[in-house]
């Protein structure tokens, strides 16, 4: 898998599909336990749908991307946004659409609220976080008994090799920090200049649909919304086909 360097860190990337100056480019934000392995064959089966390319990374500290020093600062979000600029610069995206998963969710909304990017068409979120809720705390409390006594370890260690620790410490120990309980971001939404697709599953077990319905009142270019039923945090992998179906008429509609 080709490397490129960013934010002092080198990260891991795969693209596919049309040239950036041929189409716009779909870029592709992990969840906070993931990295590109983990999105499986969505993006791919996203780009052949909308003839968009296809940018997939690793954040630092997941998969074969660097690590990053322990502990991760509950602001570690508004950091990834951050660095997006020069990762997307490094690896000449032109015109693109952000589809964010959680956290990556998250960053994608972070980024579109504070910069002037004129590039962005437009973002797609999957299950995103816009403020902490105290189910979302519960279901990471249980991620971290699971790390410690299943196999899940194990299983993430598949995807992030020698990252594996980094990669759920880091955003386990910061959610579970409790400055966490403070966290919010909905200041971002109103400064929104993009369009904003956000899907959520019914039973996500990390999050209600208020975290909808917040983006839905205050995305400052407007937002449509999907609950998607029978389907839990993660949409592209529990109902791949009706998410795959909303992804690709929102990505028309902004290419056009």
Excluded at 213 to 229: C, K
Aim: with cysteine; hydrophobic share 40%; proline share 7%.
């Amino acid at each position: 898998m080709p490397f490129l360097q960013a934010g002092g860190a080198r990260l891991e990337y795969r693209s596919s599909g049309p040239r950036p100056s041929a189409a716009p480019t779909l870029v592709f934000l992990h969840e906070g336990l993931g990295c590109v392995g983990m999105w499986r064959d969505f993006p791919d089966l996203a780009g052949e749908a909308t003839g968009c390319g296809v940018f997939v990374y690793s954040r630092p500290g997941y998969g074969a991307s660097d690590p990053v020093p322990l502990p991760r600062p509950v602001t570690y979000m508004h950091d990834d946004a951050a660095a997006l600029p020069e990762i997307l610069r490094r690896a000449g995206i032109e015109r693109h659409i952000l589809v964010g998963h959680s956290d990556g969710g998250s960053i994608a909304l972070i980024h579109g609220g504070s910069t002037a990017d004129a590039n962005l068409l437009g973002i797609v979120t999957l299950a995103a976080h816009v403020f902490c809720e105290d189910v979302s705390v519960a279901s990471i409390a249980e991620a971290k008994r699971a790390y410690e006594t299943t196999d899940l370890r194990a299983r993430l260690a598949r995807h992030h090799g020698a990252n594996v620790d980094c990669a759920f410490w880091g955003w386990n120990r910061a959610w579970l920090d409790p400055a966490f309980h403070h966290w919010n971001i909905e200041a971002y939404l109103p400064k929104l200049r993009v369009p904003v697709l956000s899907i959520q599953g019914a039973k996500d077990e990390y999050g209600t649909l208020a975290q909808l319905e917040a983006i839905l009142r205050q995305a400052g270019a407007g937002a449509d919304i999907l609950v998607i039923p029978r389907c839990g945090h993660s949409p592209h992998k529990d109902q791949p086909e009706a998410t795959l179906a909303a992804l690709a008429e929102f990505v028309t509609r902004r290419k056009s």
